[in-house]
């Protein structure tokens, strides 16, 4: 079955402790980003990439981390994780840019 | 003012009713995307338009690209439709691709 598969589904977590949330997608998409959405806000972009080792910041970066290297997987880091950024995240890949996006089922994140 | 703006935010219908939800956009865009949230959480893709109109079902998504606006219309709605329905749009900027989302418009549909 084609889809986007992103775990955990729900992660509560301390400030400061280093984590990372996984996406794999089956579908030889190219395109693969991350976006979290918070009430009254809506989706904002994170990181996207393009391709394998090709990735650039969206619109709310800072905090966060990726990598491509391989084309199925686009995991997304937190680093050094603030309540700030406690969000429902999605990963979303698709053939190419622009093209239709097909999401993972979310991860409610809580840091406290 | 948001890039992206969606009108109505919130919508309660009756079963059956037709219904009309609006995407209105400010900038220069290369695809306009509908997408259905659940109450679950989940984001499905309905539609992806560059021009014109779709249809899938009872869904209905045109685009009039010189207004910059789009409309999702649902023909006999049914409970089962109520989901938050998202417009997004894909833009070429600054040698990136970048989407900007809507807030949604939450609908509520009465059996």
């Known amino acids: 079955e084609a889809q986007v598969t992103q775990n955990p589904r729900y992660l509560i977590t301390v400030t400061g402790k280093k984590l990372t949330v996984t996406c794999s997608q089956n579908?030889?998409?190219?395109?693969m980003s991350w976006y979290r959405q918070d009430p009254g806000l809506g989706l904002r972009q994170i990181y996207y990439s393009m391709n394998v080792e090709v990735t650039d910041k969206g619109d709310v970066p800072e905090g966060y981390k990726v990598s491509r290297k391989e084309k199925r997987n686009f995991p997304l880091i937190l680093e050094s994780p603030s309540p700030n950024q406690t969000s429902l995240y999605f990963c979303a890949s698709s053939l190419r840019r622009g093209e239709k996006l097909f999401f993972g089922s979310g991860t409610q994140l809580s840091v406290l | 003012k948001n890039e992206v703006e969606q009108s109505p935010q919130n919508l309660t219908a009756q079963e059956g009713e037709f219904i009309t939800i609006n995407c209105s956009y400010s900038?220069?865009?290369?695809?306009l995307h509908w997408l259905q949230q659940h109450p679950g959480g989940g984001i499905v893709s309905l539609f992806m338009l560059s021009s014109g109109k779709k249809k899938h079902g009872r869904l209905i998504a045109t685009i009039n690209i010189q207004e910059k606006h789009s409309s999702l219309h649902i023909t006999a709605s049914h409970p089962r439709d109520s989901a938050v329905y998202i417009c997004?749009?894909?833009?070429?900027?600054?040698?990136?691709?970048?989407?900007?989302f809507g807030t949604g418009t939450r609908l509520k549909v009465l059996a």
């Open positions: 900038v220069g865009i290369s695809a």
């Open positions: 579908m030889n998409h190219e395109y």
């Open positions: 997004a749009v894909g833009m070429f900027t600054s040698g990136t691709y970048k989407y900007i």
